[in-house]
Antibody, heavy 116, light 109 residues
Framework: QVQLVQSGAEVKKPGASVKVSCKAS????????MHWVRQAPGQGLEWMGI????????SYAQKFQGRVTMTRDTSTSTVYMELSSLRSEDTAVYYC?????????WGQGTLVTVSS | EIVMTQSPATLSVSPGERATLSCRAS??????LAWYQQKPGQAPRLLIY???TRATGIPARFSGSGSGTEFTLTISSLQSEDFAVYYC???????????FGGGTKVEIK
């Protein structure tokens, strides 16, 4: 079955960077675009950007332009999301998601806490 | 940016009753509209895509309708496991643009 398994929780200081991974299995890795979305505590869902695992092309939400970088490693079927210049407002659960129709598949989420 | 507005913010419903959730787009999104259910501590789950197509394994009591700017998610007879937060999402894979509504919490009356 399809699985997206994300890396574990992170605690970072303001100004640092974080890199979250999402390992895909159960399907052909290059078949679906992969999105990243985040959810601050008690808040709604916020789209961050998309990566095409086939060619590696990316597109980022304007809010995160210049601070986010999405990459992939086809040899391990893994996509990565790196967010830099972290601030307290970046404390959230970060999800990878994708699929053949809308976002059928989701990772379990990675809690990133930004605190001094 | 396309803004998605959901109403109401909270819906109090008794088990067995019908629930109707609304989602409005600030401009036409055609049928590129999905609905997700999220329970506390869990990732969202896809319910409906293409405005009206149920995702695999989703019970028939969930139905979606609408196109353009006005959309509705209907749960025909609420079960205990349906109490959750529901989000609508407009999506376009390429060029990518994705926005979510603010969510509707369906709670037990």
């Amino acid at each position: 079955q399809v699985q997206l398994v994300q890396s574990g929780a992170e605690v970072k200081k303001p100004g640092a960077s974080v890199k979250v991974s999402c390992k895909a299995s159960g399907y052909t890795f290059t078949s679906y675009y992969m999105h990243w979305v985040r959810q601050a505590p008690g808040q709604g869902l916020e789209w961050m950007g998309i990566i095409n695992p086939s060619g590696g092309s990316t597109s980022y939400a304007q809010k995160f332009q210049g601070r986010v970088t999405m990459t992939r490693d086809t040899s391990t079927s893994t996509v990565y999301m790196e967010l830099s210049s972290l601030r307290s407002e970046d404390t959230a659960v970060y999800y990878c998601a994708g699929g053949p129709t809308a976002w059928n598949y989701w990772g379990q989420g990675t809690l990133v806490t930004v605190s001094s | 940016e396309i803004v998605m507005t959901q109403s109401p913010a909270t819906l109090s419903v008794s088990p067995g009753e019908r629930a109707t959730l609304s989602c409005r787009a600030s401009q036409s999104v055609s049928s590129n509209l999905a609905w997700y259910q999220q329970k506390p501590g869990q990732a969202p789950r896809l319910l409906i895509y293409g405005a009206s197509t149920r995702a695999t394994g989703i019970p028939a009591r969930f139905s979606g309708s609408g196109s353009g700017t006005e959309f509705t998610l209907t749960i025909s007879s609420l079960q205990s496991e349906d109490f959750a937060v529901y989000y609508c999402q407009q999506y376009n894979n390429w060029p990518p643009e994705v926005t979510f509504g603010g969510g509707t919490k369906v709670e037990i009356k």
